[in-house]
């Protein structure tokens, strides 16, 4: 996954609006607050609440 830095510092949760951290082994971009996981596919983010899956937001346990 190839995502530019810069581009995280502007991208947000579409649910929440929360930031977003990558987590490059499962190739998703994991929202800060909610918890929600977007793919990243062909290193372009989907940042659709229907492509999404249910993920435990920072600082919890899934």
């Known amino acids: 996954m190839k995502l530019d830095p810069s581009l995280l510092t502007i991208l947000a949760c579409p649910a929440c609006h929360a930031s977003l951290r990558e987590d490059r082994e499962a190739e998703e971009l994991v929202c800060t607050g909610c918890g929600l996981a977007y793919p990243v596919?062909?290193?372009?983010?989907?940042?659709?609440?229907?492509?999404?899956?249910?993920?435990a937001p920072d600082g919890e346990t899934a």
Do not use: C
């Open 41 to 55: 596919r062909d290193d372009i983010p989907v940042l659709l609440i229907d492509e999404a899956r249910r993920g």
